[in-house]
């Protein structure tokens, strides 16, 4: 299983970025997936996460703003981020748990500046 995410940047707040996370070496259509984040000197957290139906579940930090999605077609897992905030610099991280392991990609920087 690998999972490659993109899409990281510096931004003002206000502004948006769309983070994607490709997959590969696995059943992407029965995986759930979700995304997570690690601000520095804390925690990785739980951003959203999405069934392999499609379903959707949000952190209250990001409810409204953030939209989590998935095309089958491309194996690959988004996320679109709208008006950011600066509490929203982290690393983001991609994983999914396949066949009792968990899996996680390499993260991708996300910066948000006042």
């Known amino acids: 299983v690998q999972l490659q995410a993109s899409g990281g940047g510096s931004v003002q707040a206000g502004e948006s970025l769309r983070l994607s996370c490709k997959t590969s070496?696995?059943?992407?259509?029965?995986?759930?997936l979700a995304w997570y984040r690690q601000a520095p000197e804390k925690q990785r957290d739980l951003v959203a996460n999405?069934?392999?139906?499609?379903?959707?579940n949000y952190d209250a930090a990001v409810e409204g703003r953030f939209t989590i999605s998935r095309d089958y077609s491309r194996n690959t897992m988004w996320l679109q981020m709208d008006n950011l905030k600066p509490e929203d610099t982290a690393v983001y991280y991609c994983?999914?748990?396949?066949?009792?392991?968990?899996?996680w990609g390499r993260g991708t920087l996300v910066t948000v500046s006042s």
């Open positions: 999405v069934s392999s139906s499609g379903t959707a």
């Open positions: 994983n999914t748990f396949y066949y009792g392991r968990q899996h």
């Open positions: 070496g696995m059943n992407f259509r029965i995986a759930g």
